[in-house]
């Protein structure tokens, strides 16, 4: 599904930069800081606070372009627009960048409205004083999304995100890491003005557990939770993975205990198991073993289509 992305819900990614600081229990086992410090032959360069950020290339610059250019042929071949997923290796709202940079992302999403930007980040509170007066507003294309791993992010977070006039507002939900209510109001002086529960004010929730060799489990009860929330909400739901870990609930029988499996993919020999309070045990089989159903379903939505309006 995607042209130039391994993540299942964009076409494309696009790092105007790369490197970030950790501000976050789901920054715990960041990929792309791992990835900075393997190509740098030892610890990262580009992350931490006052450690230099690194601009990418002009040739990646102009990607974006090209896509842009493309979007006729790929509506054609899709039917609707293409997503770009920025920034997987940073954060757009990172205030160790120079905010040059941040004008010239501005600036190329300004030239690329043919394409739907998703602009996701774990600073959803530094938004606001980053971008110019009323641009979200200009720019319908731009899907802002927070990631949110647990419910003390989403209490603090969520009402800064749904403040914001963004056409699309989504939240990101991987590596969950515990059990979230997205239902609770509005807390403090919004609540007065605003009566609706968090989750109706949202168009957009994704959904997956951790991968990568320190992945912690998910249990599957937060994954189903936050779907049946969406569902009762009316709100699309995309689960995006299980990670790692694969719950013992249904299936094929691994070492006297059982797991819901996808397609064909192998189980290792010997999985290593975790138990939950509460009984639930989950077994460590690798991330394409795991795959991404949830109860015996995929489940793939996506906002619909809202450009040009709030
Ligand atoms: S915000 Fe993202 S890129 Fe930055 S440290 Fe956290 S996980 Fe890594």
Redesign the pocket.
């Known amino acids: 599904m995607a042209e130039n992305s391994a993540i299942e819900w964009t076409d494309h990614t696009f790092n105007p930069w790369e490197g ?5 229990p ?2 715990d086992h ?1 990929y ?2 791992t990835r900075n410090a393997r190509f740098a032959g030892g610890a990262a360069v580009n992350w931490g606070p006052g450690a230099p950020r690194r601009r990418t290339s002009a040739s990646n610059w102009n990607k974006p372009l090209a896509w842009n250019a493309a979007h006729a042929e790929f509506f054609a071949q899709h039917g609707r627009r293409q997503r770009v997923f920025c920034a997987s ?3 757009v709202f990172d205030n160790q960048v120079d905010p040059a940079w941040r004008a010239d992302l501005l600036e190329l999403i300004d030239r690329t409205p043919n394409l739907d930007w998703l602009l996701l980040t ?1 600073r959803i509170g530094n938004v606001a004083d980053m971008l110019p007066n009323g641009w979200l507003m200009e720019h319908t294309n731009v899907w802002l999304g927070a990631s949110i791993v647990n419910q003390v992010e989403a209490d603090r977070d969520i009402p800064k995100l749904v403040a914001l006039h963004a056409a699309v507002k989504f939240l990101s939900m991987e590596p969950l890491l515990g059990p979230v209510d997205l239902r609770g109001n509005l807390p403090g002086e919004r609540a007065l003005r605003w009566y609706r529960p968090m989750l109706n004010m949202l168009d957009w929730v994704i959904v997956g557990g951790e991968s990568g060799p320190a992945a912690r489990p998910m249990h599957p009860d937060w994954a189903r939770d936050l779907r049946d929330q969406c569902t009762a909400a009316g709100v699309p739901f995309l689960f995006k993975q299980w990670g790692e870990w694969l719950p013992a609930t249904e299936g094929r029988s691994v070492l006297g205990k059982t797991l819901i499996l996808e397609g064909a993919a192998p189980l290792p020999d010997k999985p290593q198991w975790h138990g939950f309070e509460g009984g639930q045990q989950v077994a460590r089989v690798g991330k394409k073993a795991a795959g991404r159903q949830l109860d015996g379903a995929q489940h793939d939505g996506y906002p619909s289509a809202k450009s040009g309006t709030f």
């Open positions: 970030c600081q950790k501000v976050s789901g920054c960041c792309a800081e290796l940073a954060d774990k």
